[in-house]
Nanobody, 117 residues
Framework: QVQFVESGGGLVQPGGSLRLSCAAS????????MGWYRQAPGKERELVAT???????NYADSVKGRFTISRDNAEHTVYLQMNSLKPEDTAVYYC???????????WGQGTQVTVSS
């Protein structure tokens, strides 16, 4: 059973920073593509960033240059450093793990990020 422990969300002012963490268990972490998605109220869920087991990254255009995804394979944890936050970054952020072997994607429970003055 795949489980996630997400943390780091909260309320921050525009221009501020937050760091999300997601610890995964029940999956061979080193064989998983890890990612972050988000869903704002009234909008569809969208990709934020992904990182392969080799460290290759992919970002949505809207967050390039502001967000950084990283992973610690020893700690089975993926991070999302978010800088220069904007009100439009407000959303529930979801951690994901996709097995490179089965291609099945697992989702965390989500953590709320609110950017507001």
């Amino acid at each position: 059973q795949v489980q996630f422990v997400e943390s780091g969300g909260g309320l921050v002012q525009p221009g501020g920073s937050l760091r999300l963490s997601c610890a995964a268990s029940g999956i061979i972490f080193s064989n998983a593509v890890m990612g972050w998605y988000r869903q704002a109220p009234g909008k569809e869920r969208e990709l934020v960033a992904t990182i392969t087991n080799g460290g290759s990254t992919n970002y949505a255009d809207s967050v390039k240059g502001r967000f950084t995804i990283s992973r610690d394979n020893a700690e089975h944890t993926v991070y999302l450093q978010m800088n220069s936050l904007k009100p439009e970054d407000t959303a529930v952020y979801y951690c994901t793990a996709e097995s490179t072997r089965t291609k099945r994607k697992y989702w965390g429970q989500g953590t709320q990020v609110t950017v507001s003055s």
